[in-house]
């Protein structure tokens, strides 16, 4: 069975920081791409940034430069390390990634950015 479990969500004030964290399994982690996305309220999802197999990684425009997505293989995980937040990162965010064309995705860690 497919898993994602997100943590790492929380309060913090505008220009802090946060690290989200992605446990996987079910699945061969080091063959697989990850993304993280995220749901702002009132909003659709959104992609925020994704991590290749092979390590290398994209980020959409509104966050790159602030954001930086990790991955450890040893221990089947994904991270979003979260810099200078601002009131407008407030969101659910989402682990995710794609098997023979199948989504999954976590039950997301909500990240509330307050001042």
């Known amino acids: 069975e497919v898993r994602l479990v997100e943590s790492g969500g929380g309060l913090v004030q505008p220009g802090g920081s946060l690290r989200l964290s992605c446990a996987a399994s079910?699945?061969?982690?080091?063959?697989?791409?990850m993304s993280w996305a995220r749901q702002a309220p009132g909003k659709g999802l959104e992609w925020v940034s994704g991590i290749r197999r092979d390590g290398s990684t994209t980020y959409a425009d509104s966050w790159k430069g602030r954001f930086t997505i990790s991955r450890d293989n040893a221990n089947n995980a994904v991270y979003l390390q979260m810099n200078s937040l601002n009131p407008e990162d407030t969101a659910i965010y989402y682990c995710s990634t794609s098997l023979v064309s199948v989504g999954y995705w976590g039950q997301g860690t909500q990240v509330t950015v307050f001042s």
């Open positions: 079910g699945f061969t982690f080091s063959r697989t791409d």
